[in-house]
Structures are given as C-alpha cells and as structure tokens.
C-alpha cells in the first residue's frame, strides 16, 4: 500500500518566526490587488512576510516536518529502526513501512494493521 501526506511540509509550526522582504513589482498584480499590498508596502515599493509555519523553500521546514511527524507516530508506538533510517515499525503488530518526502510504502499483514496506521495519519494529516 501507498500512502501520501498532503501539503506535508505546509503549515507545520516553526519555533521562531522568519521574515520575508519582497517588492511588489514582483508579485502578481490580482495578490497586490485581492491582500491591499500597496497601503502596507514601504516607500521603496516592499513589503515583509512573517513566516509562522512551514513552507516549500524555507531550509528548516523538512527537518521540523520530520521531527514532528516522528513524535507523532512514536506516541503510537511506531519506532524507526535503529540500523536502517526511514524504515518504521509498530512495536507489536506485523506492520512497517518506509518513508521518503512525504509518501508511505506500506508492507503488512492483515487491513486491520493498516487501518491503524491509516486513522493515526488522519488524526493529523490529509491522507490518500
């Protein structure tokens, strides 16, 4: 079985916030137009960006992904080998799997096994 994170890097809460300086005569002009950019832009045409969650191009946002998906599925007793990294266990039921970005390759034995896997997912991450 395969399974997907959607937006796994999106949105997960980084510890201390980034900012971001753009010009305007950079951005689309509807953006500008639709968040009322220009009363906020400074007088040499930019404006700041505070990043308060993950996203794609920052250099931390894959590591605080990881870390926080790691805790998350150690809680429910899946364990990373210790020999080869990426590939998780469950402590007691015939289930593992590896992990590369954001997808899952899921090796079981019974649908029940996976169905855990599957709900604990959801509990915090849009699945397919």
């Not at 599925?73 to 080998?81: H, I, R, V």
Request: hydrophobic fraction near 35%; charged fraction near 20%.
């Amino acid at each position: 079985m395969c399974i997907d994170i959607s937006n796994f890097y999106l949105n997960t809460p980084i510890p201390q916030y980034e900012y971001l300086k753009l010009k305007l005569t950079d951005m689309p002009a509807e953006i500008i137009e639709e968040h009322g950019l220009k009363e906020k832009a400074t007088e040499d045409g930019h404006i700041y960006i505070e990043i308060m969650n993950g996203i794609y191009g920052l250099p931390q946002s894959g590591l605080l992904a990881q870390e926080l998906l790691e805790g998350r599925l150690n809680n429910e007793a899946y364990f990373q080998s210790t020999i080869v990294p990426g590939l998780w266990r469950h402590e007691s039921q015939p289930i593992q799997f590896t992990l590369v970005v954001d997808d899952f390759g899921v090796e079981y034995s019974g649908e029940e096994h996976t169905q855990n896997l599957v709900n604990v997912l959801m509990k915090h991450y849009d699945i397919s």
